[in-house]
């Protein structure tokens, strides 16, 4: 293998995967922390890239502009989403939050449909992220650097809070045993909006930053529905390492096989999410129950 061919797996790897995190990692926790099947979660991802290529045509405000509000906003959808539906669905069978959350990710998909079109939407990239980065031996995307270095801040700045902040010790408390946290005084209802909603706009980031290699159409919620699912299984529910890793083994896995066996690509993928739970069948990060 190429020196050249090497560097491109690794970078268009490591850039898929930090996606792929930011997308999941929400997604993880909020199976982890609130035990909800929310399989409606690729839909924050979706709206915030729909947003993000949206807002600054519509309202005449610059790019970074309008990826900030892009993302606050699916925030706040994501709040109330969270306050007036799912909150009615937490003590629910799997069953029950699955058909809900899937049919909100058709209510979705059909608003998408109509409000922006059928058609595959580019997310306009500020010019601060355009142009090319030469490494010496090779040219790079300055937007995929830009990727990775967003999906490592994320990585650095959810640890710092989920481990060294008083949110954090509430947040562990809860996922341990929510009950008692409730009964030394812990608002479990506030912790569970807070972190529904940060995942929610963890999505939104990841849907703008990865709207190159994953691109916005109306299916896009449904159509990585299972991707999404595959790397929170791999990680582990509700474990912010494990989502990581596992976003960077399948992240890797795949881009590998879409460089040398593209007809094979997914089925490496998933292969490899099936041999990891074969091991692991709490995944590489998750808790033996």
Request: aromatic fraction near 8%; charged fraction near 10%; charge should be positive.
């Amino acid at each position: 293998m190429s020196v050249a061919l090497l560097s491109s797996i690794l970078i268009d790897g490591i850039t898929y995967a930090m996606i792929l995190f930011m997308i999941t990692v929400g997604l993880s926790m909020t199976m982890g922390l609130m035990r909800v099947v929310n399989l409606a979660h690729g839909a924050f991802a979706m709206l915030g890239g729909f947003l993000a290529a949206s807002l600054p045509q519509r309202l005449g405000i610059p790019i970074g502009a309008g990826f900030v509000l892009a993302i606050l906003l699916v925030g706040l959808i994501a709040l109330v989403f969270e306050r007036l539906l799912l909150r009615r669905f937490y003590r629910r069978d799997d069953l029950d939050q699955m058909l809900v959350t899937i049919g909100l990710m058709f209510v979705a998909t059909a608003a998408v449909n109509l409000l922006f079109g059928s058609s595959v939407t580019s997310v306009a990239l500020p010019e601060a992220f355009t142009g090319s980065v030469d490494l010496g031996f090779r040219s790079i995307p300055r937007h995929r650097l830009i990727v990775v270095a967003c999906g490592l801040l994320v990585v650095i700045v959810l640890w710092l809070t989920v481990d060294r902040s008083s949110f954090g010790i509430r947040v562990r408390a809860a996922v341990d045993n929510a009950p008692i946290a409730r009964s030394i005084g812990i608002d479990t209802t506030k912790i569970y909006a807070a972190t529904f909603a940060i995942g929610a706009v963890l999505a939104a980031l990841g849907g703008i930053a990865g709207a190159e290699l994953l691109p916005m159409e109306p299916t896009y919620a449904s159509k990585y529905l299972v991707v999404l699912l595959a790397v929170v299984a791999v990680g582990g529910n509700g474990n912010l390492f494990g989502s990581f890793f596992a976003a960077l083994l399948l992240g890797i896995v795949e881009t590998s096989m879409k460089y040398m066996v593209p007809q094979l690509a997914s089925a490496a993928f998933f292969l490899t999410m099936i041999i990891v739970l074969l091991v692991r069948p709490q995944g590489l990060f998750g808790r033996q129950t």
